[in-house]
């Protein structure tokens, strides 16, 4: 245990693959295993990847289902006046940016939008392809990957990237762009699916922002947590007891 009052400083080291192992693990047992179906619509996964900055789930998905409600194809949004597309993507939030960048992307992609080249192309290559587009950056190229095709990847959002800091799968405090890189070192391709999802649910619900390590089922396994000083480690609220 670490003295009351001293932090105990940590050098970072690559995790080995049998720890990773075990952290897949432990998640496997507290959130199950997660099983991705490709659906093989990149434009689809581009724009909810787009629609979902800055918002919950929930409203992305209205949000992207009034969209293709309302247009008939991804052209007719891309010609569209921007007012419609911002009148369709309202639920989802920060629609006056979010409208003209989806547009901006569209316009992109060519006179007939179609990403479904991107399949078959060598990784590098489509993620250089996926980021050149504007305000592309690793992670929705990352999510059009994994989330359409089932390409192991694994997007760092800020739940893995606050996660997977404290449980030291990367350098603290490390760049999005080396924690992706971090992320695909360590992780077996098979598991790069439900590691994410596992990665994002164990963010939402126990290791917040505020962490609730006292029902954290990783805590023996967690950098930041054995760090930290007995006494100023996350504590239940008052009658509530510690999980084992
Ligand atoms: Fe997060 Fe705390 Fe669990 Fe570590 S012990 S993973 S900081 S909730």
């Given amino acids: 245990m670490a003295a009351a ?14 720890r990773v192992h075990a952290l897949r693990d432990k998640l496997r047992e507290l959130y199950g295993e997660p099983v991705g179906v490709p659906h093989r619509q990149p434009v689809d996964e581009l724009v909810r990847t787009i629609l979902s900055q800055s918002t919950s789930d929930r409203n992305r998905d209205v949000a992207f289902g009034r969209l293709k409600e309302r247009f008939p194809s991804w052209e007719a949004v891309r010609d569209a006046p921007v007012e419609e597309v911002e009148e369709a993507i309202r639920p989802g939030g920060l629609y006056k940016q979010k409208a003209p960048r989806i547009q901006q992307v569209l316009r992109e992609l060519g006179e007939e939008i179609d990403l479904r080249w991107l399949e078959t192309a060598p990784r590098e290559e489509a993620l250089a392809s996926l980021t050149a587009l504007p305000g592309v950056g690793r992670k929705t190229a990352a999510c059009v990957q994994i989330f359409t095709w089932g390409r192991p990847e694994i997007p760092v959002d800020v739940h893995v990237h606050r996660v997977g800091g404290r449980l030291g799968l990367f350098r603290p405090n490390a760049p999005f762009e080396e924690a992706h890189d971090e992320m695909l070192a360590i992780t077996d391709p098979e598991d790069a699916y439900e590691f994410h999802i596992n990665l994002i649910t164990h963010g939402r619900r126990v290791c917040r922002p505020q962490p609730r390590c006292w029902e954290c089922g990783l805590r023996r396994m967690c950098v930041w947590y054995r760090a930290l000083p007995t006494d100023e480690r996350p504590a ?9």
């Fill in 5 to 18: 009052g001293k932090r105990r400083p940590v050098a970072w080291k690559r995790p080995r693959r049998a």
């Fill in 236 to 244: 239940p609220p008052q009658g509530r007891k510690a999980a084992k």
